[in-house]
């Protein structure tokens, strides 16, 4: 009797573990679906796209698919204006993201807390109220369709100061009251202690920082006019309307345009993971 006890003991968490391991199994296939489908689809003739019963695998794998849509639109300037605007607005944010979380984390100033959630707040502010003031200040400016549009207006983002604060907080406070005996500044102290120590943080920002620029398609849509500056989603919706009804290019030019965010996701993911677990730590 009692080592029918004790085997249910063991028994029932391991039951359990499969239980859970098989739902979250169930989700990400079901999550991975429409992407197989996408990839597969991108490699069939157009003929095999419209077949009843729908098949999963071409029968033969059409890989100049990916040639042809490449060719039907300037794929090659989209292709530098999002890589060019987001890797720019990604290394301003981390710039500003670190030196406020910084300001906010370990300097003491008159009424810290109040500003820090006042400038919090802000991200409840839907992004529709600021758009006409941010397009006039790009026409006052004289900077619509240029890079600086693309650029300027989100060189500094609340999110990411959040992040990098609360992980700032999880650093000992000895580090920095050593470096101060030593006699270093504070800009050397964030340079030389808090960012080597804050990675997994600073990853973080990176991509979420890198993966919304990517995918911003309003945007892009009003303050850019000319073609040879468009971006990846607006010059997604562009060949959309060109190629009409040819859903295997347009399947092809839509894996084009996501192959970067897995390849950076993919290089990322330790530190993404690890920073998203430790900045709450402290508060």
């Not at 003991?9 to 098989?22: E, F, Q």
């Not at 000992?172 to 030593?182: Q, W």
């Amino acid at each position: 009797m009692l080592a029918l006890q004790i085997n249910r003991r063991k028994l029932m968490p391991l039951l359990g573990n499969g239980i859970v391991h098989l739902i979250l199994i169930s989700f990400g296939i079901i999550m991975i679906a429409p992407f197989i489908w996408m990839v597969t689809t991108s490699l069939k003739t157009l003929p095999e796209v419209y077949m009843f019963p729908p098949k999963l695998l071409p029968e033969k794998w059409q890989w100049s698919n990916y040639i042809e849509a490449w060719n039907y639109a300037p794929f090659g300037s989209f292709y530098f204006n999002s890589v060019f605007a987001g890797v720019m607005v990604t290394l301003g944010q981390l710039v500003t993201s670190s030196l406020a979380a910084y300001a906010f984390s370990r300097l003491r100033f008159p009424g810290r807390n109040w500003i820090f959630y006042c400038y919090l707040g802000t991200m409840m502010i839907p992004y529709q109220v600021t758009l006409i003031p941010s397009y006039m200040l790009m026409r006052w400016f004289g900077w619509i369709d240029t890079y600086q549009a693309l650029i300027v207006p989100f060189l500094a983002d609340t999110f990411g100061v959040f992040l990098l604060r609360q992980y700032f907080l999880t650093i000992p406070d000895s580090l920095e009251d050593a470096a101060l005996i030593d006699g270093c500044s504070r800009f050397r102290i964030l340079s030389s202690i808090f960012l080597p120590l804050s990675k997994p943080a600073l990853a973080t920002v990176a991509l979420m920082t890198f993966l919304k620029n990517w995918n911003s398609f309003f945007w892009p849509l009003i303050a850019i006019n000319s073609m040879k500056m468009r971006t990846l989603p607006v010059g997604l919706v562009l060949f959309v309307d060109e190629a009409g009804t040819q859903w295997h290019l347009q399947m092809a030019a839509s894996v084009i345009s996501i192959v970067p965010v897995i390849l950076l996701f993919v290089a990322a993911q330790k530190y993404f993971i690890r920073g998203i677990t430790l900045t709450g730590v402290k508060g």
